[in-house]
């Protein structure tokens, strides 16, 4: 298998395997959770971890909720960063194996994002960190996904500028 050819099975096999995990526990969470009376769940660590289904028609932290059209225009949305994604995955270089690794990441979680938007109308979230009383807002698999897909762009990024000062440094001195 050649350079350029790995790097589409890396994002490839990663971002099916976000798809099916984010898949396989939203159905968990709507047919275990989605009975419970709103507000409760299942406490899995006390105090800091719970398990709560909960549902966001709109972006990250239940932002733009109550935007007119919204469905719509998030999924364009979501499928524009999603040819973006792969555009960048084709410029790619086959060494930058953490690169690849990240947009399949991003991937993945955009597309089980998606799935719940075009199947349900909004997404499905079920995991909640909280420190007693503080709490982070509800997310999912896929947003999960996402975040650490985009975490490792930007340390890729951050270590490309690095390393292109160093050479530049090593260069004028």
Same mark, same amino acid.
Not at 139 to 164: E, P
């Given at each position: 298998? +050649? ?13 099916? !395997?976000?798809?099916? !995990?984010?898949?396989? +526990? ?57 040819v973006l994604v792969l555009q960048y995955l084709r410029k790619t270089d086959a060494a930058q ?36 009383? !503080? ?32 050479? +530049? ?5």
């Amino acid at each position: 298998m +050649t350079g350029n050819q790995r790097k589409y099975v890396i994002f490839s096999v990663l971002g099916a !395997l976000m798809i099916v !995990l984010d898949q396989w +526990t939203k159905v968990l969470a709507r047919e275990f959770l989605r009975p419970l009376p709103p507000g409760h769940g299942r406490i899995v660590v006390e105090g800091f971890f719970n398990l709560r289904y909960s549902e966001n028609s709109g972006v990250a932290f239940g932002m733009m909720q109550s935007l007119p059209g919204g469905r719509l225009i998030l999924t364009a949305v979501a499928v524009g960063a999603l040819v973006l994604v792969l555009q960048y995955l084709r410029k790619t270089d086959a060494a930058q194996v953490r690169l690849q690794v990240a947009l399949g990441l991003v991937g993945g979680g955009a597309i089980g994002n998606l799935i719940d938007r075009i199947a349900y109308g909004r997404v499905t979230d079920f995991i909640v960190w909280h420190y007693h009383a !503080l709490e982070w807002p509800a997310f999912n698999i896929a947003d999960a996904a996402l975040v650490v897909g985009v975490l490792l762009m930007a340390l890729d990024m951050f270590r490309a500028q690095n390393s292109d000062g160093k050479r +530049t440094a090593a260069k004028d001195a």
